[in-house]
């Protein structure tokens, strides 16, 4: 009886250590996969912002070439209107200029819309991959609290004896 005893003492020693040892492990586990998913979701946000700054860079852009264009159409209605002062440009090569123009145009305009469709698309899909990510960041937060909470130990319960009659016949 008494070496049952000493057994079962030394089984609950042993259970009691190893409890002390694997608690502050998985802590430190939990701890080292919310720093490393803190450190991705800063990468993610350092690419977003990158992301935007390449965009704000391209509407420049895209501005700088509207006002080049409308500078030389004002300077091609301004040599239209003071004909009288300077030669005029024979009609043919007027037609030719004025295709070429129109060509032009049509092809900013072209490049413009692939470009807002373009951004639109991404900007769709970043606001997906955002919802993705924060609901994904919800669920994790949700878990460590129910992880980090103090919850009641399971019950553990008995099996309920009922009493057998037991007759010979």
Partial sequence: ML???VTLGVTILTLVVILLWFVPHLMEQQSRQSSREAAQLREMLYHLLSEQEVVSIRQGQLGTSLAYLQDQLAYL????????CQKVPDPGSRQVNLR???QRIQTIQLQWETYMHTERT?????NTSWAYLLSLLTAVLERMHELSSPSEPPTIQRPMRTRHEHRCH
């Fill in 3 to 5: 070496g049952l005893f």
């Fill in 100 to 102: 070429e123009l129109e």
């Fill in 77 to 84: 209605e301004g040599a239209r209107n003071d004909h009288g």
């Fill in 122 to 126: 991404r900007t769709e899909q970043d």
